[in-house]
């Protein structure tokens, strides 16, 4: 045999020992640990849902389990296109260091973790040993100009992100191209930034962005600069808004689909609480979403978010809300055509066009001072209903209606004086509901827990409820609760299906303006704070509409008694919302007054005159159909079917 044969037959066998020796320290597995995660004691400020402690935190210790940590790998296999009818052979090339490992107990799903600025890989190793308890295979890897790529410097945030965000897109066909049939993201801080750019063209089925934040232009300005190198880097960017643009969440995150998290700290003076609303607002086109709220600094310890991530992971789909079961579609709506049978009422979602739809709020509630309640003296109770009746009437000359929310005394009264106006009027067209705001009757009556609170606003419901003959859907106001998702639709709730009326408190605490034109579903949050803004982010998973209104006002009552101006400032912010709403969306304004405010004796016919003026101007508008009177649970109802339109046409 010559030489050169016996060369060639060496090299041939030492190369097939390499596959083999390779291939089998690949599919070395680690046993893991039995050690686990606790959930830590939750802020007494905000209250999210309750869970059992399920884990203790242990040490990471030595791992069997496959590490690979490498400046280069090469790796051929075979890969699912999106559309997961072809394969074809790839070729995915990492060429920085990383950590892949993968436990006996694989479950088929990988987990990107991502870290935050200054970090490197080895920050997650107690993160990725509690993740692989539970089946999941594990990646981390060092950033552009972190950990054995270098050291970050300030003029580095743009490389940082850019590429970053392509090597995640690399390692989720690296995973998959290595057997992993669903593929997850982690990340915190800067690292949440480079997600976010990069879930705009993955995709991965689940993330969880921890610390998370858009609007860069936002984010950036509000940086106090340490060295004058920052201040350079920072003003660079600043100044080429196209070149951020290239690296904000902001314009990523609407073209991600399938399902996120994001979890925010309420005391973050790094990545300010609105950025992390701003990135929530932006994944608007995400299967599903949601925003939970930590009572916390720029930080995001394991113990904090771990239940809430791994619950989020192993959750299968989504069963429909109750909220949303309560209406039927058309079975065509969300093809984006107004079919034959359906209009903007059936399917707003295809057919809404642009359009306001306009509600009237009137409460009705005690006179200030010291007067008799309305259930105590028939004289004032019925002077009251007469007024009621006139403004009524002078609404649906115009086409318009009422909205009204009353408190227990007057539902009471017309009960017990046998006037029966509520269940009048609401046989006329207009809405009848409950005025709920706690206020001072926390103070009169001692109420503290929610199951008090509850109580009492179950006994407004009650005498409401007689009154019409009925329960009643909407109200406004009862946002004290700690949980206010307990005066929704849920099992032991309260069965409210609307919201209104917090624009005035939220305005007294923040200074700002009110900016919503949408309704949304509120989260289960506690809101007597308003300040954090939690309850103006939607959760599909919440049990209440919120409806909007005033739009960008500063004032938030009408009383024609003695302002000859009385209602500037709603036509004000009437024209703004006609200038803002956004066309195939749901659209609302209201304005608000209280039955007190109409007057008594001839003050009521000076305010009807100040009405009809106004009712006279809106005419022209009605008739053309760009705004539509309509009652807070018709406006709910045209809401939640588009919003299940949404839901189909993103799932």
Known sequence: MSRALIATLVIIVLVLGSISAAYLLLIQEKEVSTSSVAKPVKSTSFKPQPRKPKHTITPPKTSKTLSVETRKSIWTSRELTRSETAEHAETIELSFP??????????????????????????????????????????????????????????????VVYRGSKEIILIEKFLRADGAEEVYLISKSLGSIVSGVALGSSRMEKAALLLASANLSYVLSRVKPRTEAERAALQELLNNPEKLREIDPLYH?????????????????????????????????????????????????????????LEFFEGGEKAESRLLALVDIPETCGNGICDVGEDWRSCPYDCI??????AFQ??????????????????????YAETLDRLANLFEKYGAKLSIQTEKHFADADVKFGRFILRELEARGHGIGVQSHLGHHIRELGLKTDEEKLRYNRAVKEVVAKALGHDPTNLGGGFELEDVGLLGVCDGCLGFISMTALEKPYYRQTRNSPTKLH?????????????????????????????????????FE??????????????????????????????????SSHLYQCGSGAEVDKVL???????????????????????????????LRWEKAHRLVAG
């Not at 066009?353 to 306009?358: A, D, E, K, T, Y």
Request: net charge negative; proline share 6%.
């Open 253 to 309: 995150l609407p073209n991600y689909g399938g399902m996120v998290e994001l979890h925010c700290g309420k005391r973050d003076q790094l990545l300010p609480p609105e950025s992390c609303i701003m990135a929530y607002e932006a994944a608007s086109s995400a299967k599903s979403r949601k925003l939970i709220w930590h009572d916390l600094g720029h930080r995001m310890p394991l113990r904090e978010y771990f239940d809430y991530v």
């Open 353 to 358: 066009g642009r359009r306001l739809l306009v």
């Open 558 to 591: 009408i009383d024609c008694r003695k302002d000859p101006d009385c209602l500037a400032e709603a036509k004000r912010s009437l024209q703004e919302a006609l200038s803002d709403m956004e066309p195939g969306m749901v659209n609302t304004w209201y304005a």
């Open 98 to 159: 990383y950590i892949y490992e993968r436990p006996k107990n694989w479950n088929g799903k990988c987990i990107i973790f991502v870290h935050g600025m200054g970090g490197d890989k080895s920050v997650w190793r107690m993160d990725m040993d509690e993740f692989k308890k539970y089946g999941y295979c594990v990646f981390a890897f060092d950033l552009p100009h972190h950990g054995e790529r270098g050291r970050y410097r300030p003029g580095d945030f743009y490389d």
């Open 362 to 383: 009137l409460h009705i509630e005690e006179l200030p001072g010291h007067p008799p309640y309305y259930n105590e003296s028939k004289t004032v109770f019925m002077e």
């Open 519 to 555: 309704p949304w579903i509120l989260p289960r949050v506690q809101m007597i704070s308003l300040k954090t803004g939690e309850w103006l982010n939607h959760d599909e998973s919440g049990t209440i509409v919120y409806i909007p209104g005033w739009y960008k006002a500063k004032s």
């Open 609 to 639: 005159r100040a009405y009809e003026e106004w009712l006279k101007e809106l005419k022209p508008l009605m008739e053309k159909g760009e705004i539509v009177f309509l009652t807070f649970d018709e406006i709910a109802q045209i809401y």
